[in-house]
């Protein structure tokens, strides 16, 4: 009956309006502070306590202005829709027992100075739990409206959530309790032996049996897990296949930062902490923690050259310098529409920061000696470079130009203008080539090395060369996840190159942090290999992602086999099969020991290289690459009939 009249009443649109909106917080403050003005009142009336003639005008005075003034410190008046009971509770309690505690002391201070007692202790207890009785009251009933009228509530999302320990309880009760949840927790899966078929608190605790997944998800008509984020590794050591199969969705409750009680913006609700799983989360590792100290030691309030500072890499770069305190950070690149918006971002995230936009080619020597002679950075950072593979199969001489060319330019003017410190970024790809694009960076890397000892050798080694390489980084462009996200948007297919290709990956942030404290770690020569976890096979990857778009492999999206492309090998390496590794203080950075080269006979060689890069000599250019790195063997290439010259010729 009360619902049907209530329903009946919020079919009235000003009526709907003005019971369904929250009360504005001024009111709450009033009522609140009436609730503890009425308080006194009745506990003053009774009073037996004070001294005799003793007016109670004072007292009750100082309590009300006590309890406001709480009030507007914890600002328990707010929110009081959106807040769970439990959290709405806690608030509450902590207000009335600050005021109380604040009371109690003043009321012991002054009878032990004038002897006078205006208000007996037990009547201030008796004050604040009649003050706090009545306003969760007065809380509870307009939660109660505000859902009774609004009809928030009604159209939750039933969810299992994963584990049963306390704090996964605690969770799926919040959720439960919100007033404007968009989740109903339903039960908790225990994939552990110790506890289940039992209920706590009415949430029945269901034991996980990968048999029987889909049943007791069907059996409480939900489609949906929803999971701690420090959970993240249970969900990554296999149970995501699981789930996944059984097309159930995958939800994270990430975690929750403490609400600041200064921005009317806030949305404390635990709900909207809750985000569909993504399959960076399912490929990533635990945290790699850097050195971030050390790292500003060195960075901090120095000028820092970065290159390529517009791509995935070099723009996080670019940030994660900023966050460490840089005086100025020059930033080079030749893609303007790019550098544009980089250079927006850093002004609404880091508009303290000095920032130098630098539009140019990294193969112009006198643009690049203005841009040293200007700035005289300390730190240079080079990430430009051409990274596609099959693109550079068959631009061959602009990935020599780019580079290695490239390279040697900011090479050799970090030696003029007395860098500190030179940082090269590589790939896993420069190890046992099969591609112009990873011959064309170990070329780099042989020349930044072989300077690096010249240097030594002829008692110049004031700027350290250091060069770091890592696989494939999730998200940058270009790379495979967007570009699968987009043929599963379109409907399929998906398409791989090969079945049984593998790679291994890394989120930018974290290469990029590892850059930066290899770079400030290194002493000079260094080839930097990072620990990149795992390998991934592709075909796996794509089939997790048509998963978790909750589709079906084969069936609403279908995966094809495309065929390797020009220069792609099956698996990438981060050493060759001569190269060892020395470990350093972080145990996710390793120093590669590779074959070093004389630098008078890699000069020699690049007056020959750059003279073919630049002709368009290509057959011979990539000659000359392959008798530079005797390991570059290509593979699925047009190049492939030169190892057979090079052969025939040793033989």
Not at 295 to 309: D, F, P
Not at 310 to 330: C, T
Not at 465 to 474: D, E, Q
């Amino acid at each position: 009956m009360g619902q049907k009249f209530w329903e009946r009443l919020s079919r009235y649109g000003f009526i709907k309006t003005v019971l369904a909106n929250p009360a504005p917080r001024w009111m709450v403050l009033i009522a609140d502070t009436f609730i503890v003005l009425l308080s006194c009142i009745l506990t003053c009336t009774f009073n037996t306590t004070s001294a005799p003639g003793v007016s109670s005008v004072f007292p009750v005075t100082a309590i009300v202005a006590t309890y406001f003034c709480i009030s507007l410190i914890f600002k328990s008046y707010w929110y009081i829709i959106r807040l769970s009971v439990i959290e709405d509770m806690y608030r509450l309690a902590l207000h009335v027992s600050v005021a109380s505690i604040i009371l109690v002391s003043a009321s012991l201070i002054i009878e032990a100075i004038s002897g006078t007692r205006y208000l007996g202790i037990w009547n201030l207890i008796i004050i604040a739990v009649f003050s706090f009785a009545v306003m969760m009251c007065m809380r509870l009933l307009m939660k109660y409206f505000y859902t009774l009228i609004t009809g928030a509530g009604n159209a939750r999302k039933p969810v299992i959530m994963l584990g049963s320990t306390i704090n996964s309880f605690v969770f799926a009760s919040a959720l439960k309790n919100e007033t404007e949840g968009q989740f109903d927790p339903v039960a908790l899966l225990n994939i552990s032996n110790n506890r289940y078929d039992t209920t706590l608190n009415g949430i029945p605790i269901l034991k996980y049996e990968q048999e029987n997944v889909k049943a007791i998800f069907d059996k409480y008509g939900c489609d949906t897990l929803l999971f701690l984020s420090t959970q993240i590794e249970q969900i990554r050591s296999g149970l995501a296949d699981v789930f996944l199969e059984n097309h159930i969705k995958l939800l994270m409750l990430n975690q929750i930062e403490e609400f600041g009680d200064n921005s009317d913006k806030l949305e404390p609700n635990l709900s909207t902490h809750v985000r569909n799983i993504k399959i960076e989360d399912l490929l990533g590792r635990a945290t790699i923690q850097t050195d971030n100290p050390h790292i500003s030691q060195h960075i901090y309030n120095q000028v820092v050259l970065i290159t390529g500072a517009a791509g995935s890499i070099g723009s996080e770069i670019v940030r994660q310098v900023a966050m460490l305190g840089a005086k100025e950070i020059v930033l080079v690149d030749q893609a303007e529409t790019p550098m544009h918006e980089l250079q927006l971002d850093m002004e609404e995230s880091f508009p303290n920061t000095k920032i130098d936009l630098i539009i140019g080619d990294i193969t112009n020597w006198e643009r690049m000696e203005r841009v040293f002679r200007k700035f005289r950075p300390k730190y240079v950072f080079h990430a430009a470079a051409y990274k596609h593979v099959p693109m550079m199969e068959h631009n061959p001489s602009e990935a020599i130009l780019t580079n290695v060319f490239g390279s040697k330019n900011l090479a050799d003017l970090s030696v003029k203008y007395n860098v500190d410190k030179f940082v090269m970024i590589s790939t896993d790809k420069a190890v046992n080539p099969t591609n112009i694009m990873g011959a064309s960076k170990r070329i780099a890397e042989i020349y930044v090395q072989s300077l690096f000892f010249n240097l030594i050798k002829s008692g110049n080694g004031h700027t350290k060369f250091i060069t770091t390489r890592f696989g494939n980084v999730l998200g940058s462009s270009g790379s495979v996840i967007p570009r699968f996200s987009k043929q599963i948007e379109d409907g399929g297919p998906v398409t791989v190159t090969h079945r049984e290709i593998i790679r291994y990956f890394m989120t930018i942030p974290e290469a990029c942090s590892l850059v930066l404290e290899a770079g400030c770690m290194g002493n000079g020569g260094e080839i930097y290999i990072f620990d990149m976890g795992r390998p991934i096979k592709i075909y796996d990857l794509a089939c997790r992602m048509i998963s978790l778009a909750g589709l079906k492999v084969g069936e609403d999206i279908k995966i094809v086999e495309t065929g390797l492309r020009p220069g792609e090998k099956l698996y990438e390496e981060l050493l060759n099969d001569k190269e060892k590794t020395i470990a350093t203080h972080h145990k996710k950075i390793m120093i590669a020991q590779v074959q070093t080269y004389e630098y008078s006979d890699i000069l020699e060689s690049f007056d020959q290289l750059y003279q073919l890069a630049k002709s368009g000599e290509v057959h011979n250019l990539v000659t000359t690459m392959k008798l530079i790195v005797p390991e570059f063997h290509s593979q699925n290439s047009e190049w492939e009939n030169i190892d057979k010259e090079i052969n025939e010729v040793s033989k």
